[in-house]
């Protein structure tokens, strides 16, 4: 591994994948959530730089190609693991968010499968937009949850302004987010499919061309 910046980034992205749920055990409510939020933020942010830096600075490399995908995988599923048992088990979340980890755990493995020809799964544009929906819809739902257990009684008071199509900022929130990860596990599941079109002449036994 080279020293570059990008490579830093991205293992820096890595090590704040687990920090985010030790914000919740080392630090109260509702700071814990806003600590949480602005690592997760911080994180999503150094995902476009250190990619746009290795291509303008011609810093690519094979750590970067191998980490950064895990370093963005591993954001999203901890932060979705995370705001679930923080939401009240939500059905309304756990859907998308049991769409979304279906799904990433379906194309990694079908990327160990192939092995050398793991190349055919390349990222796409559509799959670069997934990525990006699910980081902005799980900062919002972060939000919710930190909005929420501050409109609970404790100061200060977030939620004193009524909102004509929510019962308060919080809800707001929330609401917002989950019609995020809604539109991000769609656009999961729609890059999976892709997926699997395109590794599926490779999964056929031998002498079937069905």
């Known amino acids: 591994m080279r020293w570059t910046v990008p490579n830093i980034l991205t293992l820096l992205r890595l090590i704040a994948a ?7 055990l080392y630090f ?9 939020l602005a690592l997760f ?13 290795a291509r303008s600075w011609q810093q690519e ?10 370093a963005d995988k591993a954001m999203v599923v901890i932060a979705i693991v995370v705001i679930t048992g923080y939401s009240g088990m939500n059905p309304w979340l756990i859907l998308p968010a049991t769409l979304i980890l ?13 092995g050398s020809n793991a190349r055919l799964l390349k990222v796409t544009k559509l799959a670069k937009w997934k990525t990006t929906t699910q980081m902005v819809a799980i900062s919002v739902l972060f939000l919710g949850t930190g909005l ?13 302004t009524a909102l004509p199509w929510s019962s308060s900022w ?36 031998p002498g079937h061309d069905a």
């Open 18 to 24: 687990p920090a985010v749920p030790l914000m919740f």
């Open 28 to 36: 109260s409510r509702p700071f814990a959530d806003w600590a949480a």
């Open 41 to 53: 933020m911080i994180a999503a942010v150094t995902d476009w730089i250190d990619g746009y830096l």
């Open 61 to 70: 490399s094979r750590f970067g190609a191998a980490m950064d995908p895990i």
């Open 102 to 114: 279906f799904r990433e755990v379906f194309v990694s493995g079908l990327r160990e499968f192939l």
């Open 148 to 160: 929420a257990y501050v409109e609970h009684g404790l100061p200060p008071r977030v939620g004193e």
């Open 170 to 205: 919080a809800d707001l929130a929330t609401q917002a987010g989950l019609l995020l990860i809604w539109i991000a596990a769609v656009l999961t599941a729609w890059t999976g499919w892709d997926y699997f079109v395109k590794a599926r002449p490779y999964l056929r036994e």
